[in-house]
Nanobody, 119 residues
Framework: QLLLVESGGGLVQSGGSLRLPCAAP????????IGWFRQAPGKENEGVSC????????NYADDVKGRITISRDNDKNTVYLQMNSLKPEDTAVYYC????????????WGQGTQVTVSS
């Protein structure tokens, strides 16, 4: 079973920063695209950012552009979400998701890490 492990969440003041690692214990992320999603209380799960297998293609949601950076270190088998200038509306559980392009594709998730931004 493929299971990602997110960490780095916590309580931070508005304007602060957090870095969220997404690790893959026991298997390699080299061949997988990775995305970060978040779900706030009472809201639907929404995409935050994603990165291709090689790291050459990156996308961000409009409301995080300029504040959040996704990166991957395949040597460390980890994808990172660097979040700066955090706002209270960034408060959510953050999940990472892996997609392995096979037929059919394999999709797997982590259990999430809570980010709380106080005003």
């Amino acid at each position: 079973q493929l299971l990602l492990v997110e960490s780095g969440g916590g309580l931070v003041q508005s304007g602060g920063s957090l870095r969220l690692p997404c690790a893959a214990p026991g298997f390699t992320l080299d061949d997988d695209a990775i995305g970060w999603f978040r779900q706030a209380p009472g809201k639907e799960n929404e995409g935050v950012s994603c990165i291709s297998r090689s790291g050459s293609t990156i996308n961000y949601a409009d409301d995080v552009k300029g504040r959040i950076t996704i990166s991957r270190d395949n040597d460390k088998n980890t994808v990172y979400l660097q979040m700066n200038s955090l706002k209270p509306e960034d408060t959510a559980v953050y999940y990472c998701k892996g997609v392995r392009k096979l037929a059919p594709a394999i999709v797997y998730w982590g259990q999430g890490t809570q980010v709380t931004v106080s005003s």
